[in-house]
Antibody
């Protein structure tokens, strides 16, 4: 069974940093693209970042709203994808989901982790 | 950036009756590989989204056949033939043809 466990969320002050983790199980992690999607309280879904499998050259992509402040990475030895977030702003407050592309875009999702940026 | 526009934003429906959601993209969604990466997701309150439809009209594993997707070019639709109580929530279309990938605003389906 495909499963994701996100961690690392919490309360952080504006300008602060946080690193989210998403530990995957139930599939051959190294072969697949992984993504982060976020949802601000009461709002819709926003794609944040994508990282291809390392066999594809470790390509990464970012939404304009986070480019230069967030970095996506993966550790295939730990079946984990990360989202390092710097210079956090109030508008980054959201539930952050990791989601896979095993066969189709965003086919499996984690339960999400809440990030709150506030002083 | 491709803008995805859903209508309606709210849809009160009667149990057992059909429902339909429209999704329009600001540009065509045919990828250079020939596929059209238009998906539909359903999100219940307090839950993560789940994939319903991929590549316009293909139901994902375990999705009931009362759900169907259609469309081409810049016009797409999700249809529910007979709404069930478990279908309440918010539905999103999404394009993954061109970065940045973008979602529609969401359509809230509720029972009358």
């Amino acid at each position: 069974e495909v499963q994701f466990l996100e961690s690392g969320g919490g309360l952080v002050q504006p300008g602060g940093s946080l690193r989210l983790s998403c530990a995957a199980s139930g599939f051959s992690f190294t072969r697949y693209t992984m993504n982060w999607v976020r949802q601000a309280p009461g709002k819709g879904l926003e794609w944040v970042s994508t990282i291809s499998d390392n066999g594809s050259g470790d390509n990464t992509h970012y939404a304009d709203s986070v480019r230069g402040r967030f970095t996506i990475s993966r550790d295939d030895s730990k079946n984990t994808v990360f989202l390092q977030m710097y210079s956090l702003r109030a508008e980054d407050t959201a539930v952050y989901y990791c989601a896979s592309r095993l066969t189709h875009h965003f086919d499996y999702w984690g339960q999400g982790v809440l990030v709150t940026v506030s002083s | 950036e491709i803008v995805m526009t859903q209508t309606p934003l709210s849809s009160p429906v009667t149990l057992g009756q059909p429902a339909s959601i429209s999704c329009r993209s600001s540009e065509g969604l045919v990828h250079s590989d020939g596929n059209t990466y238009l998906s539909w997701f359903h999100q219940r309150p307090g839950q993560p989204p789940r994939l319903l439809i991929f590549e316009v009209s293909n139901r994902f594993s375990g999705v009931p056949d009362r759900f169907s997707g259609s469309g081409a070019g810049t016009h797409f639709a999700l249809k529910i033939t007979r709404v069930d109580a478990e279908d309440v929530g918010v539905y999103y279309c999404m394009q993954a043809t061109q970065f940045p990938w973008t979602f529609g605003q969401g359509t809230k389906v509720e029972i009358k």
